[in-house]
């Protein structure tokens, strides 16, 4: 089954929320844990049990696991396989993009038959021209996986750029959904290529039809509400995924406790998104 079709069906099981792995220094700190592999052990430990039963997707932030080199790298391994194991669906947020020959080697490292990192989709950077992201695309619907592409990021820097007018008068960012669109195509119920668009956005005037998944990160600490939402997305809510990180991961250490914060999350998104 395809990544986007796998994702549509789990997403109407368990609701729309995606929940970040983010292992902040002080987060560590805040649940009693060292900052060094030991602590980054344990925090993963406890948010994967937590969460990757509740949520649709669980999406780890690969930096905080790099911070501790190779060791962090298969604290990193040890997440995805236990998420997925536990019926979540694995978005390893790790922008990637590059040249196109280096695209493939990514590729490779997340989607291929030998990758220790295998994971159902990640997010990646267009910012080398839409083209340069081909043979991520390609390897990862052949494996039945999928890509977040970054269009219009939740960070207040973002719009200079994304929002910068090309010479047809679209914007940048109105090409990657153009291009979104155009390969997604006659998918049916879902394409496998999503988009990021932040939750934090004052109104993009974008029309976000493009038949894919969208991640709306910004969601909680960013100040992204459920109200915010509806209001970006309008008819496309539907197939929004709010992702929150550390709103959530600090109702941390308690299992119940962070269970319990992302079942509130995810039940006000669905309540507001239909
Ligand atoms: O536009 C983007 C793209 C990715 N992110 C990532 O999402 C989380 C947000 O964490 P919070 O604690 O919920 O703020 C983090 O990993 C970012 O790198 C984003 O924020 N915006």
Redesign the pocket.
Known sequence: MTFGARLYRTKQARGPLCV?I?PHASLLREWGLDDNVAGLEQFARIAVEALAPEASLI?P?SAFFERFGSRGIAVLEQVCDDARAAGAMVLL?VKRGDIGSTSQAYADAYFGATSTLAVDAI?VSPYLGFGSIQPMIDTALANNAGLFV?AM???PE?PQFQMARTGSGRTVAGTVLDSLAAANAGCVPLGSLGA?V?ATLADTGEDFAFNGPILA??????GGTPADVRRIFGSAASNVLP?????ILRAGPDVAALREAARRVNGEFAEALG
């Open positions: 970040g983010d999406k932030q947020d997010t970054l990021t939740s960070n973002g990021v932040g990160p910004g969601v909680g600490a960013q992702s929150s990180s550390r709103d």
